[in-house]
């Protein structure tokens, strides 16, 4: 092993010298392309585009990210209990951001809510079996 000092070791993690990135110089010199976009660009184009809908008989346009609140909302109305725990996360956390301004749900308004959105969920439950026994 003539040239190779203790140092020199080559395997598992210790790739050869001559293969080894230079000092100095990045492993990828071209970078990200310019222009290219990120999941969050992204994301809030796709929820700033605007939508045709029809609502009370006219067309309108509207941003997809109210067109998309919009449908949860009034699938929680219904009784859509993923919607109603998903609905209520979102007030939560919109809350939390506008905090400074108080909040007008407590937390004990929040516990009671979720009380009343598992009572809902079992009584759905309880009454989805009830139409199998009779059928």
Not at 27 to 44: E, I, M, Q, T, Y
């Amino acid at each position: 092993m003539a040239g190779k000092s203790k140092g020199d070791k080559v395997g598992k993690g210790h790739p050869p010298k001559h293969s080894q990135f230079k000092k100095g110089k990045s492993g990828n010199p071209a970078g990200r392309p310019k222009g290219s976009k990120n999941l969050k660009s992204l994301v809030d184009q796709l929820l700033g585009q605007k939508v045709p809908v029809v609502q009370n008989g006219q067309k309108k346009l509207i941003p997809m990210k109210q067109l998309l609140l919009t449908s949860l909302f009034s699938k929680a109305s219904k009784g859509d209990v993923a919607a109603l725990r998903l609905s209520l996360a979102l007030i939560e956390s919109s809350e939390q951001v506008n905090d400074a301004q108080g909040s007008p749900l407590t937390a004990a308004d929040h516990k009671s809510l979720l009380a009343e959105i598992d009572w809902l969920a079992e009584a759905q439950v309880a009454h989805g079996e009830q139409a199998d026994d009779e059928a």
